[in-house]
């Protein structure tokens, strides 16, 4: 990185700094959701695919490996895949995917499919765990889309979405820092300091851990703008069926208005004292909808063996929430 760049990346912090007054002090901590979810009506997520909101489901139950992969449209790393008598203990389910890296490996590994024909909004949850000792991943799970669809993930590291072609939203461990974010492409993001545009981080709280060593909740949600002229797109994550609150606002939701902060390049900086967000304005195509599922476990240079699980995945028109036990009411759908 040239010396100019860096001169330009400290003035933007000190200006960013100054605009927004003092760094956050409080401890961020999580927030229950207060809406139900859908899997709150199957024990265990059984019957759960039969809901008529939900798209796609994958339990990892087919009994092979080949079996679980037939149901994928494009498929890196199967040979380090194998179906482990580990799962998450509110599950149905016996069995789970391990994707297992070695030193000198495969770069990690990754499943990928389309959601047709295309929505508006849409909700990932499912379940994963990362050993207590493994090497980081660099990207882990996406909501996207591309127009027109594509049977596999067309990338795009590096480089601004137009608006019309693609957008592409991740939640992940942020690499060795071991803190949950968003990794976020699309038309109006943010270049980082070596003027090239890489994934927008949002929520950059320290404390928001990833725990190793066992079974997570994680869930996705995307919003796209509608009419596409607007700016009241959103995303969301949910880590265990909790959001995340810091100085008094829930910064793991990010929408027309909220939270209030800045930007110091292509990193978003909450702070109260700052104006409200924007709001995502995903796309300028009305074509482009919500259409792909990438799981994708990107590890490079690992050097010892890393072992990562994924379990009960399950796409929907709503939000999911963690498995547990039903209360013998239905939720209903949102109008």
Known sequence: MGKTVWIRMGLACVAAMCAGGMAQASPGRFVPETQPGLAANYVGDQGIASDPDVIFTEDFEEGSVDAVVSRWENIMGKAIM???????????????LLMTEVPGGSNGAHLYRRLLPGYNQLYVRFYTKFDLDGYYNHHFVWLGGYNPSTSWPQGGAGT?????????????????RWKW???TYWMEMRSGADLNYWGNDFINDPTLAVQRGKWICAELMVKLNDPVTEYNGE????????????????????????PHGHWVWDSFQTNPADPPFEGMRWRMDEALKINFLWLENYITDADRETK????????AKRY????????GVRTPSPE
């Open 181 to 183: 974010d968003f990794y």
């Open 235 to 258: 995303q969301q994550i949910w880590i265990d069926g909790q959001s995340w609150e810091r100085d008094g606002q829930i910064t793991s939701h990010v929408g027309p208005g909220y």
């Open 82 to 96: 194998s179906l482990d008598a580990d799962a998450p203990a509110a599950s149905a389910g016996s069995h789970s």
């Open 160 to 176: 601004k979405p137009a608006g019309n072609e693609r957008f592409t939203v991740g939640v992940e461990p942020s690499g060795n």
């Open 320 to 327: 999911i929430g963690p498995m547990g036990q039903s209360t």
């Open 308 to 315: 990562v699980w994924f379990d009960d995945v399950v796409v």
